[in-house]
């Protein structure tokens, strides 16, 4: 039977924690605020009410789409604090009046030919997980309704060009799916946001999402060989190369364009055999700055590991990595062409230099793989496992990747408990981290002092590249009931007032949408948001795709 997604918070409902292990939750909040906050009951899809659908598309549409009330909740909202905190109180008021579930382009034609009509809001939805206001929409003004474009049931590996390495994929396919269709080729695509069990091909290329790799492959930009948009105007399709030097990248003005100028439908993806040979250790720093002068000659080394994290002591104890108040670095290396021993010893010994303490690094090779017969259509996938290939980490680095794992259905626990949590990154040059670092601290926990009397704020470096870092922060905060969102709102403003104010960028891989955009504006060039719209106007000369999302509504 299949496991059913929960309408209002992450992941799948019979995941959301049981009362004993959110009482559990609540005991340590206590420790730390000196407060337990209490257990609220979770909430029920029976008690929601929404608003009856404004129109009624023609019969073909119709049998494409859904008024199911489970259908039009889980689509209402993406994944973020906000969110979170409206779907636990019933508040589905932005909710679609139409979902559909297209499943050949020739349906979005169709969809793109009623809507610009009948004056409706098409809102493309991937795998539901946005944290930036990406897939929410009220409709208003010459929006007369709204309609969502779910695109799972487009969700295969058409084909795979084993010699280059390259697999064309529908874009609809979550993270397992895609692993489980490449698994048969003995290929993976490496690529592993947090949201890899429900986020999509699709969404990533929209948001320029982050993945696996802390350095060197670090956004799905790296391995899109070319891409496939469907827009009201046409069809916008880039050609397969290795690389090019004729003019500005085609595939580079769809990456991140959060489906304000059309719709991915598939996209020819870099893949890499499935390595055979890893390496992941650990070192624990009594200083936070000797563990990021640590990280920086790590992204500069030339060694490319594929993961160099680093936790602040915060951050560590917070996913129960050490408790001793020591700042942590993840260190990990894989191949599937040879052993990586060479490459962790040499950054052990960068790492130890500095003053840190190293554990035992572990190694594991895999039994060499076989590769089936090169094909052009993939069989079927067996049931997905919902999870990246299992890795033999170090002690340190498994309780992080269990932590990190778990940390959605964390959030949604901590919602119902009434708390004020959320994470934002960044990414700066080295030179201006020290500075970013103390401002965005002091900025996010004077902040709460003042909205909720009080909180924690961690950090962590999520990638590293040779001239600056992407630290990624975390903040937990007592709320009071009824107030969440405003006090949320005075945090996250204070953070990226701070991150803007010292040279760090709205966001490193959680997208623009409507949350960050009045950020984002201060942060580009008006000459390019002007280009932008210009070209939003002939690939969408109506504007009903993704209104306010990326670029201001269109009066």
């Known amino acids: 039977m299949a496991r059913s997604r929960s309408y209002w918070g992450w992941g799948y409902e019979d995941k959301f924690p049981r009362d004993d292990a959110r009482k559990a939750i609540a005991a340590r909040l206590g420790a730390v605020f000196g407060a337990e906050p209490a257990l609220r009951p979770p909430p029920s899809l029976e008690a929601v009410k929404l608003a009856e659908p404004r129109y009624t598309p023609p019969v073909e549409l119709r049998n494409l789409g859904s008024t199911d009330k489970y259908e039009r909740a889980l689509h209402t909202y993406g994944r973020g ?5 409206r779907g ?23 969809l793109f030919r009623f809507c610009e009509a009948e ?4 809102v493309p939805y991937g795998g539901g997980t946005s944290v930036v206001s990406g897939t929410e929409l009220v409709a208003r003004g ?47 695509l490496r690529h592993y946001p947090q949201s890899f069990e429900h986020s999509t091909l699709g969404g990533w290329i929209a948001t320029r999402a982050g993945g696996h790799y802390a350095t ?32 500005p990248s085609p595939e580079r003005f769809v990456l991140g364009s959060e489906g304000a100028f059309g ?27 000797d563990g990021v002068t640590a990280a920086r000659l790590l992204a500069q080394s030339g060694l490319h590991p594929s993961n160099c994290r680093l936790l602040d002591p915060g951050e560590a104890m917070l ?63 067996p049931p997905s496992t919902g999870r990246p290939p299992p890795i033999h980490d170090s002690d340190d680095a498994s309780a992080w990747k269990s932590a990190f794992l778990e940390a959605p259905y964390l959030q949604s626990a901590l919602v119902s408990l009434g708390v004020v949590c959320d994470t934002f990154e960044t990414a700066c040059t080295w030179d201006r981290f020290p500075a970013l670092h103390d401002a965005v601290t002091k900025a996010v926990t004077a902040a709460m002092k003042e909205a909720c009397g009080g909180g924690m704020i961690t950090c962590r470096f999520t990638h590293v590249y040779p001239d600056g870092p992407a630290p990624y922060y975390t903040f937990v905060a007592p709320g009071k009931a009824g107030a ?35 950020w984002w504006e201060k942060e580009r060039s008006p000459l390019f948001e002007e280009a932008l719209s210009a070209a939003k106007s002939r690939l969408d000369p109506s504007g009903i795709l993704n209104p306010g999302c990326l670029l201001p509504e269109r009066p």
């Not at 604090?81 to 905190?85: E, F, K, Q």
């Not at 004056?119 to 098409?122: D, H, Q, W």
């Not at 060197?216 to 069809?235: C, K, N, Q, W």
């Not at 719709?263 to 700055?289: C, D, K, L, N, Y």
């Open 81 to 85: 604090y906000r969110d979170l905190v």
């Open 142 to 188: 010459r929006f007369r309704g709204t309609a969502c474009v779910d695109l799972s049931r487009m969700d295969k590996v058409l084909e795979v060009d084993a010699l280059s390495r390259a697999a064309r994929i529908q874009a609809g396919a979550t993270g397992p799916l895609i692993a489980d269709q490449l698994n048969a080729h003995g290929l993976s």
């Open 319 to 381: 996913h129960q990595v050490a408790r001793d108040g020591t700042t942590v670095l993840l260190l990990a290396f894989e191949s599937a062409d040879h052993p990586v021993e060479p490459w962790m010893e040499r950054a052990l010994s960068i790492a130890n230099d500095l003053g840190g303490d190293g554990e035992e690094p572990k190694y594991t090779t895999d039994v060499v793989y076989s590769a089936p017969p090169r094909a052009s259509t993939i069989p079927q996938p």
């Open 484 to 518: 969440e969102i405003e006090q949320w709102t005075k945090i996250k403003t204070a953070a990226t007032d701070a991150l803007i104010a010292n040279g760090g960028t709205v966001t490193h891989h959680h997208a623009v949408g409507r949350l960050h955009r009045a």
């Open 119 to 122: 004056s409706i809001a098409l």
């Open 263 to 289: 719709i991915v439908t598939e996209a020819w993806i870099r893949v890499q055999p499935r390595p055979r040979w890893r390496a992941s250790g650990s070192v624990h720093f009594a200083r936070f700055e």
């Open 216 to 247: 060197l492959y670090t956004h799905i930009d790296d391995f899109v060989e070319s891409v496939r948009m469907v827009t009201p105007a046409g069809v916008f399709e880039t050609r397969r190369l290795p690389a090019s030097g004729a003019g």
């Open 88 to 110: 636990f109180a019933g508040d589905f008021a932005a909710a679609p009046d139409w979902v559909f579930h297209p499943t050949e382009e020739q349906h979005l034609t169709a």
